[in-house]
């Protein structure tokens, strides 16, 4: 390595026109009989939810690829806006702001050949970007996975999905807190070197 | 009842931190290339950033992160990066050409990836709803860009210089002008949003958003250049800057195999 890296600067208030692109977190095509649902809130170190956040989800696609596919940001050709994915390819990126209750949805197939979904969390606030994993319950074996055998089981939980209570089948809970409340743990966050 | 927050305050806590950080760097301690996620002169990091340092994820040749998203000719279109022409008539502004090139830390380029701007207008105005400050939206300008790069990892926007716009940060608080950019690399881990700056601008020392960038040359590569060559007579204003993304690449893990 030889050339300085470019700084990372927050992602600011005002990116909400900007980056969320339409159906940005639906990654399954509409109506896969596979699709799973990954939502929760993004909370601050008061425990409050952080209706400013941006989150961004990389993944293989359910046949274990990694190259990904454009398609996206799929725009319409005569006016130009973003009409999104074609629901044939899949693009293993997604984007989507939380809401004014700091809550995020995305859905998606599960992954091949790794048992974690890639997170990146940008936010008013945050100077740089917080890297961390989705963990799907019944892939993920926490004594083989390098990772989560480094962690304690309650810093390891935070990385683990959980199924939702009540909810239907595919539709897990993962919250994102930014920092330590003074009850929650908070979340795992990543460095790759 | 809090008292407020001056210039005066921030300015000094800023200079605290650059003390504190020469002071770290003549230890021995590494440069510091981006910025630390809690900088307390910037009040809105204070509860969004980890108390524990990252846990260090390396040398895991099967990491999803050193892949990334990939995108295409169906992502954007030909006026996207020229935020100038997207109305139907013309922004009010000092037209200006944004260039430069994308790439990773070895230097090679980072060919057809996505870049995303998004700013304010000339005069300093978002057109968001939570922008509520009292300069003119222009009814010609949205401020948004995107482009995909070249083979040589060049990109280039055509756009209006945007203005300052205060913040509540503290009394008085103004950001200098910028553009926001959205960068990706050949993998995620690589995945760079931040802000470019104009030269010479003489809100820097008061912004604790550029100044959480506590070196000073890592702070230097923020600001574009003005490169009178790129200029077009009785056209445009061109500046030059270009961007490197740090972290490790896709090739790196293929070039170890
Ligand atoms: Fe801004």
């Known amino acids: 390595m030889s050339l300085a890296p470019t700084p990372s600067q927050t992602v600011g208030p005002f990116y909400g026109y900007a980056l969320p692109f339409a159906r940005g977190g639906d990654l399954a095509p509409t109506g896969h009989p596979d699709t799973i649902t990954v939502h929760g809130h993004v909370y601050d170190g008061a425990g409050e939810p952080v209706p400013d956040a941006l989150v961004e989800i990389w993944q293989p696609a359910p046949d274990g690829s990694r190259t990904g596919a454009p398609g996206s940001l799929r725009r319409d050709p005569v006016t130009g806006g973003i009409i999104g994915r074609d629901g044939v390819a899949f693009t293993g990126f997604g984007r989507v702001a939380t809401d004014a209750d700091g809550h995020y949805v995305l859905r998606t197939l599960p992954p091949g050949g790794a048992p974690y979904l890639s997170l990146i969390v940008f936010a008013r606030g945050l100077l740089h970007h917080l890297c961390t994993r989705v963990y799907l319950p019944g892939r993920a074996d926490p004594t083989a996975d390098v990772l989560l055998a480094s962690l304690s089981p309650g810093r390891r939980d935070t990385l683990l999905a959980a199924p939702d209570g009540g909810g239907a089948p595919g539709v897990l809970r993962f919250d994102i807190r930014l920092r330590y409340d003074g009850v929650h743990e908070e979340t795992v966050f990543l460095a790759f070197h | ?257």
């Open chain 2, 1 to 257: 009842m809090t008292t407020l927050l001056t210039q005066g305050d921030i300015s000094a806590e800023i200079a605290d931190e650059r003390e504190a950080y020469a002071a770290r760097v003549a230890a021995g301690a590494p440069v510091e290339n981006h910025p630390g996620r809690g900088y307390a002169p910037y009040r809105g990091s204070l509860l969004r950033h980890p108390e524990r340092p990252l846990v260090a994820v390396h040398g895991d040749p099967e990491a999803v992160e050193l892949s990334g998203p990939v995108f295409g000719v169906t992502d954007v279109t030909a006026f996207d990066h020229d935020l100038t022409r997207q109305h139907r008539g013309e922004p009010l502004g000092e037209r200006v050409k944004v260039t430069g090139r994308v790439l990773d830390r070895d230097g090679r380029a980072v060919r057809g990836q996505l870049v995303e701007i998004w700013q304010a207008n000339a005069s300093g105005r978002y057109a968001h709803q939570r922008d509520d400050h009292p300069a003119p939206l222009d009814p010609h300008f949205t401020g948004v860009g995107r482009t995909l790069t070249g083979d040589d990892g060049e990109y280039e926007f055509v756009t209006v210089k945007p203005g300052a716009y205060p913040w509540r940060n503290h009394v008085g608080a103004w950001r200098p002008a910028h553009i926001h950019f959205s960068l990706f690399g050949t993998a995620f881990t690589q995945r760079l949003v931040t802000q470019m700056y104009f030269p010479g601008d003489p809100l820097f020392p008061y912004d604790p958003i550029l100044q959480s960038v506590t070196d000073e040359s890592a702070r230097a590569r923020l600001v574009a250049a003005y490169d009178h060559d790129l200029s077009v007579p009785e056209w445009a204003l061109g500046y030059r800057w270009d961007i490197v993304l740090d972290g490790p690449s896709a090739t790196w893990t293929e070039e170890g195999r």
